[in-house]
Structures are given as C-alpha cells and as structure tokens.
C-alpha cells in the first residue's frame, strides 16, 4: 500500500477537510446507514477523519492504516474528540489481522488503488465482515479527470505520470466483478464528481496543484515543466478561468448471510 510521511498527512488533512470531501464521507455513511451499537472498521483510515465521524455513529469503529504517521494522526483526532470507541491500528488492507466475522460494516475509501493485491484485499474484507455486513469501498478512475489547462500536451503528461504511482489507477470498472469473485453481493453503486470552479486554499484541486511536482519529479517530469504546469493552475484567477472535476464511485456491497 502507499504510505504517507508527516508532511504527506498534512496535505491530507487540508484536503479533507474541503467541502467535496466532506460530503463525500456524508455519502459514505448514508450508504452503511450505520445503527447504534454495530462494530465498524475503516480500512485505510488514514488522518481519521472518517473513523469518528462513523464512531459517533456506532458501537465501536477500529481503523487500519499502513503509515505510522497516518495511525498517529487518526489515534490524536479520536482522542481530540472524545471518541474512547476507537481503536487504531497499523497493518495492511491485503492481510488484516483480524479475527474472521466480526464486524457489521467495512469502509475502504481511496484505499484499494494503492492495493497491488486488490483481490486478496477484497477477499480480506469480506472475511472479517459478518454474514450479512456490508462494505463501502470509494474509489476514483482518473480517466475522469477534466482539468482547464493552457497547454494539454503537459497536462496529459503530468496526469499520466501522477497515475502511474497508483497500483489500481482506473479500479472502478473493475470493482462490480471483483466484489462478486470476493464473495460479496453488489447492491448499489453511485458516481459524483469533486467539482471546483476556482483554485482555492483548501481545495481538492489545489492540494492536488501543490503536492503533484513532487511526486512527478522521480516519475521522468522535469521539475521546470511541472512547475509550470502548477504556476499556470495557480494563475487562473479570472472569472471562469479554473474547472477541475474528477469522478469519485461509491459501491456499496454485502456478505451473504
């Protein structure tokens, strides 16, 4: 899976915090329609964000994560609330240490593009869920991706080299068949875009803007041209002048009972 260091945290958390993506994790829990009392667990939890908002839901939420900077975060934020529900751990979506059949619902939420082994994942989180408990897996196809450029030539290029660090670049697709050889049952799926019109502190986009020409620099971009490419993005202030809108896909899928 994909780690993040204390900085990568914190462009994170910036993120999270934008309106889409908050109403992202809205979508999220409207689709578990978690009842009190019933045990969850966030794989991939990352900073935490979405771990206490289902705690203050549930009986009890543990979340998952493979960066010990992402397991500390989300440990301050459940303890900055309050929340003695939650218990976060360190491991991997492909081998949860967990015991068999027990939880009521799961998450993954951008978590299974980082997954080399996705089927083994997602036969993981089919394992520890009970019969009859559901997952919610949120990913994104970055074949969606409309971004208002001055030159599209770079853009395509940043865009692929962007891409090209991800295990699972364009999962969505895929995701109906391989929830089925899982075990699981689709039961609905749902598509939305993060939608920004302007570049904005704190936006999906603009995090995106901020850190991409560091992770495309060891990907074969010259650094000159990806700071370019931000520069022009940054610049586009103007009425009209900034679109950027990617799809997100909500699946939500259950365990037989």
Known sequence: MGKFDAEGVKRLERMYGSPAIVEQRARTRAALAIQPGERGLDIGCGPGFLLCEMAAE?????????SPDMVEAARLRAKQKGLLNTKVLAGDASELDMPSSSFDFATAVQVYLYVKNVERALAEAARVLKPGGRLVVVDTDWESCVWLTSDPARQRRMLDAWASQFAQPHLPPALPRLLARAGLRLEAVESFPVLNLR??????SAGIVDMLPRIVAPLGIDPTEAEAWAADLRGRTGEGDYFFSVNRYLFRARRPA
């Not at 549930?58 to 493979?66: N, P, Q, R, S, Y």
């Not at 570049?199 to 999906?204: L, M, V, Y």
């Open 58 to 66: 549930a009986g009890e939420v543990v979340g998952v994560d493979a």
């Open 199 to 204: 570049h904005e502190p704190g936006s999906f």
